[in-house]
């Protein structure tokens, strides 16, 4: 099934001042459900702007937006529902949190979606566990939290609606290795336990080699790629074009193959260049 | 060469809410001397933003010293000298734009310390230029991304001419040529003019490339040295939560396997070279 679907998606903003800039220009795209996509794209390809179509903050200047095949503008007072439908998760999130406690805070979504208590509690607890705040983090105010725990109560605020699509944008910008691969571990851990289609947008390209199946690359307001992840980092030099990256690791082994050593084309995590560099050294016996 | 920071037991903490006292640097002392590039790692909580606010008199030490170009930062008489001598650049650009105009923010720090309009022009423009910002001078900062807009307030800075910048991981929001640019832009204001930069950062490959990396851990100067040096503590990195480039990772991945590699890799270059040494070794 498809879950999110674009025909000639395109938004204009400031149409008709001497701002006119057009973010995105008739993309059509097709993300299936379950799917975890990376999204890169320069400074300015349109990615945020593309995503915040998928819960209906930016109605299309023209084109459609389809969410589970039901265009997402047909009826304008449905626009609402796919606020749950779909969880996004801006940068920083953290500077979003308002509440008294983080219990509250996480708890708010729920509630305006008009869930019993007993849901709402259910919910709230099963979304603090996904991102590992312990119970006595509840009752606390969420401003005397880490800025890592605070991110983590924002994303669960997300999560605690059930989206059926989790759109995350940069959510381990300004946190520590091991913070972020916290938060990306919880990530995938939910992604595996509840099939959500999941958009990560990051510039880490390691991080999104690490995690994503798919890449979708962004590039001039149009879709440059959208490809597996081994399919799209082996255009490297494409992609260095465009002005993105890939990770080091797949700088490496490009320039190992450029050096006539039959490495893959297609390594992109510590765990492959490991694992084919060591059967290429173990395979020739000198 | 002549420090141009020194750090001298710098103790700092703060009250918690529920009365504990949190000590976030425990009697750091550190020297920095004149046009070194200097990058500090450490987790978040680690104290280094703390440390960094202590180099231009945001915060002062609650024991100990921090004299800036002879200068010492409790002498509020100098806080104008100190702030001028020593610019900041934080992480999120909003909190640091002032003005409605692209231009009119990086004039800002000249005007404020009274340069001449024909010197703020001739400055605003190179400043602009240096971070790849020109075309968009009329711009006004709002309809910027954010990338932009942290390239436009670390013009701010260098429009003002410190002898030294502090970034706080400048480049969390950027994209990688964005990334790239501003981190050439600081090396090269740093090898031209002679800059003390100290930068703040969770990117390994930007510390990778500067003269000398401090890692903090709980308040404390945990190694320092060259950056080959340091990253060849890869697991003491990891066990504070920190990484190493993915070059030295492979390299030590292979060593632990047992083959014979340099301890000491930090580049893309010096990756492809041993283990192409390695690969050729074996035909």
């Known amino acids: ?286 | 060469m002549p420090n141009i920071i020194s750090a001298e037991k710098v103790r700092f903490g703060y009250q918690k809410e529920n009365n504990e006292f949190n000590l976030v640097l425990k009697d750091i002392s550190l020297e920095i001397p004149q046009g070194q590039f200097l990058a500090v790692l450490g987790h978040n909580g680690s104290g280094k933003s703390t440390f960094a606010k202590h180099l231009n008199a945001i915060l002062l030490p609650q024991g100990g010293t921090v004299t800036v170009c002879g200068l010492n930062t409790a002498d509020e008489d100098k806080l104008y000298d100190i702030r001028q001598q020593v610019g900041m650049v934080f992480q999120n650009p909003d909190n640091q734009i002032v003005a409605t105009i692209v231009e009119e923010d990086v004039a800002f720090g000249p005007e404020n310390m009274g340069v001449e309009p024909s010197e703020i022009r001739t400055r605003v423009d190179e400043a602009l230029k240096d971070v790849g910002m020109d075309e968009y001078k009329t711009h006004a900062p709002h309809q910027l991304s954010g990338g932009q807009k942290q390239r436009i307030a670390i013009a701010g800075i260098i429009a003002m001419r410190p002898r030294c910048i502090v970034l706080d991981e400048p480049t969390a929001m950027l994209d990688p040529r964005g990334r790239s640019e501003v981190i050439s832009t600081v090396k090269r204001l740093n090898s031209e003019l002679g800059i003390t930069v100290v930068l703040i950062t969770h990117y390994m490959e930007e510390a990778a490339q500067c003269d000398r990396v401090v890692v903090m851990n709980d308040g404390e100067v945990l190694l320092d040295d060259t950056p080959r040096r340091v990253f060849s503590h890869v697991e003491q990195l990891k066990s504070v939560g920190l990484d190493v480039p993915q070059a030295t990772e492979l390299c030590w991945q292979l060593r632990k396997n047992g083959f014979d590699l340099p301890d000491d890799i930090l580049t893309e270059d010096e990756c492809v070279e041993a283990i192409s040494a390695l690969l050729e070794a074996k035909k």
């Open chain 1, 1 to 286: 099934m498809i879950a999110i679907k674009t025909e000639d998606l395109t938004y204009v903003y400031s149409a008709g001042t001497p701002f006119e800039k057009t973010a995105i220009d008739h993309i059509n795209l097709e993300i299936e459900q379950g799917e975890f996509v990376g999204v890169i794209g320069h400074t300015g390809s349109g990615k945020s702007t593309l995503i915040q179509h998928f819960n209906g903050l930016l109605k299309p200047t023209s084109g459609r937006i389809l969410i589970n095949g039901v265009d997402l503008w047909a009826k304008e007072t449905k626009i609402r529902d796919y606020r749950f439908k779909v969880g996004l998760v801006f940068q920083y999130p953290e500077y979003q949190l308002f509440e008294e406690t983080v219990y509250k805070d996480i708890a708010f979504g729920p509630a305006n979606m008009g869930l019993s208590p007993a849901e709402i509690d259910e919910r709230v607890r099963e979304a603090a566990e996904f991102v590992g705040l312990k119970p006595h983090h509840m009752q606390k105010s969420p401003f005397e939290l880490s800025g890592g725990q605070k991110r983590r109560v924002a994303i669960a605020g997300v999560l605690a609606m059930n989206p059926e699509i989790l759109v995350l944008d940069e959510p381990t910008a300004g946190l520590d290795p091991k913070g972020r691969d916290r938060i990306l571990g919880q990530i995938k851990q939910y992604h595996k336990a509840r099939g959500t289609t999941i958009l990560l947008v990051s510039h880490s390209m390691e991080d999104i080699a690490r995690y994503a199946h798919k890449v979708l690359v962004l590039n001039h307001s149009g879709v440059a790629m959208y490809d597996d992840v081994a399919a799209v980092f082996s255009r490297d030099k494409e992609i260095i074009q465009m002005g993105l990256s890939v990770p080091q690791i797949t700088r490496i082994f490009s320039r190992l193959r450029d050096r006539g050593y039959p490495v893959s084309e297609s390594v992109y995590t510590m765990d492959y260049a490991k694992q084919e560099l060591l059967s290429l050294l173990s395979g020739k016996e000198g």
